[in-house]
Nanobody, 113 residues
Framework: QVQLVESGGGLVQAGGSLRLSCAAS????????MGWYRQAPGKQRELVAA???????NYADSVKGRFTISRDNAKKAVYLQMNSLKPDDTAVYYC???????WGQGTQVTVSS
């Protein structure tokens, strides 16, 4: 059974930074592609960033150059460093194991203008 627990969300002013963490349990983490999604009120859930087991990354155009996804396979953890935050980044952020199809409970990120 795969469990994912996000942390690190909060309230920040525009231009600020936050670092989200996702702690994973279960097998095959090191070979699993992991991702961060977000869902703003009234909008569909969208992919923010993803990272393969080998460390290849991809990002939504809206966050390129501002967000960085990384992973620590020894700790079974995935991170999302978010810089230069904008009010449009306000959403619930979810961690997902893309290979296993599991999701965390989400962490709220609110960016004030």
């Amino acid at each position: 059974q795969v469990q994912l627990v996000e942390s690190g969300g909060g309230l920040v002013q525009a231009g600020g930074s936050l670092r989200l963490s996702c702690a994973a349990s279960g097998s095959f983490f090191s070979i699993s592609s992991m991702g961060w999604y977000r869902q703003a009120p009234g909008k569909q859930r969208e992919l923010v960033a993803a990272i393969t087991g080998g460390g290849s990354t991809n990002y939504a155009d809206s966050v390129k150059g501002r967000f960085t996804i990384s992973r620590d396979n020894a700790k079974k953890a995935v991170y999302l460093q978010m810089n230069s935050l904008k009010p449009d980044d306000t959403a619930v952020y979810y961690c997902t194991n893309m290979m296993r199809g599991s999701w965390g409970q989400g962490t709220q990120v609110t960016v004030s203008s």
